[in-house]
């Protein structure tokens, strides 16, 4: 009960301090307006995002959690809706929640239809908010997008039977959502890239224009401008909103306040920063401030702090589509690269992400298994990570790990060498192992090191059910006795090889048969040679004979 008390005179005590710095601002404004000081345009960006973690999505009991009256999600909706800022909203959000279907915590459909209603400008964040430049600095040649939530979507959870068509039914309520639905949201902005402050470098520009953003939202001191220019600006062609650290660091300060002394010197700090960041400007002055990805605190502020910004006359609130539409001017990018380390991890599952979609070929079902590695490494590009930066390498070393196994889940059963007795009709039995949930096929190529052992068919296609191993008989004939080695190796339909090529001996012996046949052979050879000799002889012998005795 003392608590309660104590939280309601803290809000009183707020709301007071609010009226009383408008009224306080109003005094300032007329005397501002008598020494004709202009008024600044301030646009602010917020991101709506969750904690960092490793799961692509966000389950039923966590979403209860954060939509809940004191969750993470309410209160960030609560202290910006229908406040003059735009929103960036982490799509892994959105999914989360409508694929529960029916199942989904009545708190967070409730949060997700209030979210839809907010008059709001509204832009989509990266799935899972991921870290825009640590993928164009660790190895990607575009910012990474899902790819389908098919093999997400539990027709259960929609009133469908298992195995049901996911297309609808004319007039049929209960259908599995499109892919496409899963995150679809009426977004007033499009095309808005955000990487976190100072992380960006020049080669990153490009990579995000090419991937479909027109706008890059920069901090300012990753940018090199004129001193009077607007926070519109060019780089090389990319167009860049520059927003400036000073008033957006002044905001995060007062944003994260607790006590009401702590929170007029935070605002009357940030009053000072954007009348600084306008001044330098001809004309009307806009300035771009934006919050960071740090989740709120109890104490949070912001909503008052808007309120604050409102009821002063020196700041006048504007859409972020207001600030991006000033005229830009010439930039150029003061290079800020991401960590090397973290830049390195990133590089090693960006590769094993690369070369699981490779093997991926092999499946019936490839997009069963990129679409949800893809999620998955998205969700370890959060930006939200950079808070919790302490458990992230263990994270990102254990899913290139998994992708190590991954790729090995369809591998050949290495055997012990082969004895191939006789002469022909004889085969090579190959096994191979899978251990994914889907089937496989794969083609087997067997390769001979010496012309002792022919092989009669050396590809052969072989089908293999889910979680389970297949055999394929390789015909082959050995010409003579010997030992040979035999190479075997795995590939997919597209030509892609899968797991590592295995090489065994075959230690031929092409039967009693053959020697004991040579033999014998010789032996007659040898009687009939001897047989037609003592014949000429003879009849040579008898013909002498004869002419003696004429």
Do not use: C
């Amino acid at each position: 009960m003392n608590r309660l008390v104590l939280m309601l005179a803290e809000r009183i005590s707020g709301a007071a301090l609010v009226l009383g710095l408008g009224l306080a601002s109003l005094g300032v404004g007329s005397a501002a307006a008598a020494d004709d000081v202009p008024v600044v345009n301030l646009a602010i960006a917020v991101p709506i995002i969750v904690p960092s973690s490793d799961e692509p999505f966000i389950d039923a009991d966590t979403l209860a959690q954060y939509t809940s009256a004191q969750g993470i999600l309410t209160r960030e909706l609560d202290a910006v809706a229908d406040r003059p800022v735009a929103l960036g909203i982490d799509p892994r959000i959105i999914a989360s929640i409508r694929l529960l279907g029916s199942t989904a915590p009545a708190s967070a459909l409730a949060w997700l239809d209030r979210l839809e209603s907010v008059s709001n400008e509204t832009f989509a964040l990266g799935y899972a908010d991921a870290d825009v430049t640590l993928q164009t600095q660790g190895g990607a040649q575009a910012v990474l997008q899902p790819e389908t939530f098919d093999f997400a979507i539990n027709p259960e959870f929609f009133g469908v039977e298992a195995g049901s068509t996911a297309t609808p039914a004319p007039n049929d309520a209960a259908a599995l959502p499109t892919s496409a639905e899963i995150t679809a949201w009426p977004y007033t902005l499009t095309g808005i890239a955000w990487p976190r402050d100072d992380t960006v470098v020049a080669a990153d520009l490009p990579l995000i224009a090419a991937s479909g953003y027109t706008t890059s939202i920069v901090s300012s001191g990753n940018v090199a401008r004129e001193s009077a220019s607007g926070p519109s600006v060019t780089v090389d062609g990319s167009a860049v909103l520059v927003s400036d650290a000073a008033v957006s660091g002044a905001l995060r300060t007062a944003a994260a306040t607790v006590s009401p002394a702590e929170w007029s010197t935070a605002l009357g700090q940030l009053s000072s920063a954007v009348a600084s960041g306008g001044r330098v400007q001809p004309g009307t002055a806009t300035v771009v401030a934006t919050l960071d990805r740090a989740i709120p605190a109890v104490g949070d502020r912001l909503a008052e702090t808007l309120d604050a910004l409102a009821l002063d006359p020196a700041v006048q609130l504007v859409p972020l589509s207001q600030a991006i539409g000033v005229a830009p001017t010439a930039a150029t990018i003061v290079d800020e690269p991401q960590d090397a380390d973290r830049l390195s991890r990133v590089g090693q599952m960006m590769q094993g992400e690369n070369a699981e979609r490779a093997f991926a070929s092999v499946a019936s079902d490839p997009a069963a298994i990129t679409s949800e590695r893809r999620l998955e490494l998205l969700t370890l590009l959060s930006s939200e990570w950079s808070g919790a930066i302490v458990g992230w390498p263990d994270a990102a070393d254990a899913f290139t790990t998994a992708s190590v196994e991954l790729r090995n889940s369809v591998h050949l059963v290495t055997s012990s060498n082969f004895l191939l007795v006789a002469d022909n009709d004889q085969y090579l039995p190959i096994t191979v192992n899978n251990a994914l949930d889907q089937t496989v096929t794969v083609y087997v190529s067997v390769r001979s090191q010496s012309s002792l052992l022919v092989i009669d068919e050396p590809r052969k296609v072989l089908e293999i059910e889910a979680g389970a191993q297949g055999k394929v008989n390789v015909p082959v004939h050995s010409l003579s006795n010997g030992v040979v080695e035999v190479d075997v190796a795995l590939a997919s339909a597209t030509g892609v090889a899968i797991g590592a090529p295995v090489s065994s001996e075959v230690n031929v012996q092409a039967g009693w048969e053959t020697p004991i046949v040579i033999v014998i052979a010789a032996l007659v050879v040898v009687v009939f040679g001897v047989g037609i000799v003592r014949t000429i002889l003879r009849r040579r012998k008898a013909a002498r004979s004869e002419g003696t005795d004429d």
